[in-house]
């Protein structure tokens, strides 16, 4: 069985909802970025030993959180020694606004896993309207207002989180062999 792992920051428990639901169809354990952008030694032990690692992030000013940002400037010392190169990569943002700039957080996460060596895994359902609605091709982006709540966030970008963290699980159990 590939293991997965969804590593992720959520400022104010949107992006943590997402992050559960693709956990969820991934079959992953769920890490955490804490509000200081650190994560615990066992947290890195989880990243270090998974087959794929799907990265998670809120997009604020048109890109990930800084907490994201100093975890991905803490895997440099992955891209040192190669560590994580050939592991399965995904991921996926949550934002306010229709748009918001969230391709630029998901363009960043594919740059990281370029830069470690990964394997980048895309999101190909057809947007219906409600799968996949805001049409991203490139990882899961989901929206909801700025005022609401994490329940709030639509069902259809929860299953589609939920859809894609399975789709990741079976391409790297494919790789695997
Ligand atoms: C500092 C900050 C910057 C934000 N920038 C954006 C943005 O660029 N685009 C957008 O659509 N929403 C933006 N938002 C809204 C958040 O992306 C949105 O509320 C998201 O669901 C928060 O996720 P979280 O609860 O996981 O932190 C911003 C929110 C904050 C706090």
């Known amino acids: 069985m590939a293991k997965v792992a969804v590593v992720f920051h959520s400022g104010y428990g949107h992006t943590q909802r997402v992050a559960q639901f693709v956990a969820e169809g991934a079959g992953a354990d769920l890490v955490a970025i804490d509000a200081d952008g650190n994560l615990t030694d066992a947290q890195w032990a989880t990243l270090d030993a998974a087959d794929a690692v799907i990265f998670g992030s809120p997009t604020y000013m048109g890109m990930a959180s800084w907490q994201f940002k100093k975890f991905a400037d803490a895997t440099s010392k992955k891209w040192f020694t190669g560590a ?21 957080t998901i363009q960043y996460f594919i740059t990281l896993a370029m830069q470690q060596g990964m394997i980048w895994v895309g999101q190909p359902a057809m947007n219906d309207g409600t799968i996949n609605r805001i ?28 859809a894609y963290g399975q789709r990741v699980t079976e391409v790297t159990t494919k ?3």
Do not use: H, Y
């Open 84 to 104: 994580w190169k050939d592991k399965v990569a995904g991921g996926f943002t949550c934002s306010a606004s229709p748009s918001g700039d969230k391709l630029s």
């Open 135 to 162: 049409g991203s091709n490139s990882g899961v982006m989901a929206q909801v207002g700025p005022t609401s709540p994490a329940e709030d966030i639509p069902q259809g970008d929860l299953d589609t989180a939920k």
């Open 175 to 177: 790789l695997r062999g």
